[in-house]
Nanobody, 126 residues
Framework: QVQLVESGGGLVQPGGSLRLSCAAS????????MGWYRQAPGKQRELVSV????????NYADSVKGRFTISRDNAKNTVYLQMNSLKPEDTAVYYC???????????????????WGQGTQVTVSS
């Protein structure tokens, strides 16, 4: 079993900042990438940002470029999302995502599994 524990969501005024954290624990052999998705009411879940654990390559949705910064601590299996200049349209449930292999057998096969956190609410409103 893999557990993803998210924290840092909440209510913030437009222009404010929040920092999300997600710590992965449990039975996972190798983590390839960690990231964040979000889902607003009535909309599909969308990628916000992702970072690879090897090399630290990052990718951002166009809507958050220049405002959000993703980082990770490989030793702690933790990913962070620093969100600045928040806008009302950033309001959503934010989900942590980890892509990895649960054991050595799957790792050598090159198989990739998705693991999800329970989600944390971010509300941007005055």
């Amino acid at each position: 079993q893999v557990q993803l524990v998210e924290s840092g969501g909440g209510l913030v005024q437009p222009g404010g900042s929040l920092r999300l954290s997600c710590a992965a624990s449990g039975s996972i052999f190798s983590i390839y990438a960690m990231g964040w998705y979000r889902q607003a009411p009535g909309k599909q879940r969308e990628l916000v940002s992702v970072i690879t654990t090897s090399g630290g390559s990052t990718n951002y949705a166009d809507s958050v470029k220049g405002r959000f910064t993703i980082s990770r601590d490989n030793a702690k299996n933790t990913v962070y999302l620093q969100m600045n200049s928040l806008k009302p349209e950033d309001t959503a449930v934010y989900y942590c995502n980890v892509k990895g292999a649960p054991n050595y057998s799957e790792y050598v096969r090159g198989n990739e599994y998705d693991y999800w956190g329970q989600g944390t609410q971010v509300t941007v409103s005055s």
